[in-house]
């Protein structure tokens, strides 16, 4: 049976992150993940919006690792020639309603430490955005772009350059856990692990099963986008989002320019039972019409196609109430360490994520 010190289950951008993050040369890491292609689930299905930190609760891990990630991953993609880009963003005032929501917005991020933050005049946001039409507007500078392919990709090379064993197309099946070592099957082989990270994504709740830790669920959420044929006058060069629709606890339907040249409408936010459908009953273009109208007025059907759709990670079945990132030691099989109901902002925060993770896993093998 091989032996190794640290087993990371899954290559999304959180399992890539980890591997960067506790690879050294005095342990032996690798990483298993379970599709030939690494990052193909909800790493690569997402707005591939670097988020300032706004809308998440002061205190919480996900306003506290929302920031520091950001910059982190800011410096990573600069670094490693990551495509990416700090556009800022523009978070519309609701038309026929006051200021109250976008001011509550501003009072949240600046309690949060989001830099720069201001209300704008409509005159203001024209300026930004010639085809936007608002009364006011919050302006967030620290928000941008990146590319999640390129971003992904970037993350396995530099973790087996540091020496990780990634093993693709390698499920993890079962295991169990002892005193010092964890056991672990794939479909060829076991591996004795002297720590795990969880960080399985939609599958994070079955992967603590199968290892006798910590109870939870994951709910699936899927979230559908279309996209803009952003040849017509209907160009923005940043995020255009509406104020979140707080009864809904989503962000609502917004504008994201990609770094390759389109434009993403979405996401919705529909809980389903299954982990892996994309495409069942899938919304029809023209319901992404009017919430694209509210922030572009000039957009016409036949500008709009469908696109595609991510599945979030979600801890709580109801989308108003807020649940944060699960990253602990498992209460109940120390050795393991989740990284668990990462939905968003995971992408903006997955360094930080991994540095916090890493400590813990420093905890065990030191
Ligand atoms: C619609 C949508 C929009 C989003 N927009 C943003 C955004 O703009 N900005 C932002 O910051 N965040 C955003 N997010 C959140 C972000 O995408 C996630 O937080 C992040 O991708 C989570 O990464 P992960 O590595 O945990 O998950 P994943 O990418 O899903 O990786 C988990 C991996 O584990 C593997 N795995 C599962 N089971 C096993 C097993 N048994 N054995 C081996 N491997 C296994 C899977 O195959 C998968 O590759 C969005 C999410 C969605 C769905």
Redesign the pocket.
Known sequence: MEEIDLLI?????????CACETASPKRTVCL????QR??????????????SGIYYPTGSLKAKL?LE?REALYGFCAQHHVPHQQTGKLILAEAGKDSSGLQALLDRGLANGVENLEIIAGSVVTKLEPNVAARSALWSPSTGIVD?EALVRTLQHKAENQGVIILPA????GGNAHQDWVELH?PVEAIRARTVIN??????D??SA?LGGLRFHIYP?????AELDCKGPEQISRPVYPEPIAVAGHLGVHL?PTTWGTIMI??TSHYQEAKDDYESERIPVEEFLEPTRNLLPSVQLENLRLGS?????KLSADPTVFSDFLIERDPKQQLMIH??G?????????IAIARRVAKLVDDVLN
């Open positions: 289950i899954g290559g999304g951008v959180i399992g890539l992150a298993l993940e379970r599709h690494l990052g193909t689930v909800t790493s690569t299905h997402n707005s591939g919006v670097i988020h929302c990630g999640t390698m499920p993890l099946i794939t960080a399985a994504g939609l599958e994070a079955n992967i199968i959420c899927r979230g559908e986008y994201t979405g996401p759709s991510g599945i979030r990670a990284a668990a990462i939905d968003s902002p995971g992408l903006t925060a997955c």
